[in-house]
């Protein structure tokens, strides 16, 4: 199999505080047809992402000054962000890779390694995202790479706050998230604003996504919160 180049230009980024092995990555990935960004460390990495930087997949080192990749990591994903991560360092010990793993990581590659391993890792986490990239939940369709929403195969129009409250119902799927839960994913906020805001956008949400005549697929638990769940919940209020 021939690794000359991506099937279409992906957009990397590199996070590593290694500076020669940046400009080795650097080098060596541009070789190959893809676009990269490198950063040394997770504050920079947290920057782009936090302006809006989009990329295909990101390459994270685990040791680190300032933060450690795993932070990193989860920072990522409790922002909802789905990225693919592959983790390429030198901590080689079975437990670290479980851990990577477990954090929400798509692989994990131990340095050195060769560089034709690197791209066949880079091609298998993008073809098995690409063939994860849409969820669909009863008529529901949720298409993660282009953030867009169906059900019954018309489209539903959110704000980008609306579209990350839904993730966060999906993510727990079948299980009660609260609301304060829902207050530091979708908001960011540790502590209680006293407002019902989560109230009134699970409403706003709810009327957008549980159509008349369409299986309900937002409830509301009496006390503890919401689930999202094709099935009926027990102890819920309409």
């Known amino acids: 199999m021939s690794h000359s180049s991506p099937p279409t230009q992906m957009r990397l980024l590199v996070v590593d505080d290694d500076p020669k092995f940046r400009g080795f990555m650097l080098e060596g990935l541009k070789e190959h047809g893809f676009s990269c960004t490198v950063v ?46 592959i983790f390429v360092t030198a901590r080689h010990a079975v437990d670290e890779r479980v851990k990577g793993l477990k954090l929400g990581a798509d692989d994990y590659i131990v340095k050195p390694f060769e560089f034709s391993e690197l791209l066949a890792r880079l091609e298998a986490v993008s073809r098995r995202h690409r063939d994860n990239a849409k969820l669909e939940i009863a008529d529901l369709v949720i298409d993660f790479e282009r953030r867009l929403v169906e059900r019954s195969g018309r489209r539903i129009e959110m704000s980008p706050r609306e579209y990350d409250l839904l993730l966060a119902l999906v993510k727990a799927r079948g299980k009660v998230i609260g609301r304060d839960e829902l207050l530091r994913k979708v908001w960011d906020i540790d502590f209680d604003p006293g407002t019902n805001v989560v109230n009134v956008q699970v409403a706003r949400l709810r009327r957008k996504i549980d159509l008349p005549g369409h299986t309900a697929l937002i409830h509301t638990v009496v006390g503890k919160g919401y689930v999202f769940s094709e099935n009926p919940v027990e102890e819920s209020t309409r």
């Open 40 to 85: 040394s460390d997770v504050p920079q990495a947290e920057g782009v992402i936090s302006r809006g930087e989009e990329y295909d997949l990101i390459l994270l080192d685990v040791m680190m000054p300032k933060q450690l990749g795993w932070e990193f990591l989860e920072w990522l994903r409790s922002g909802g962000n789905r990225t693919p991560v």
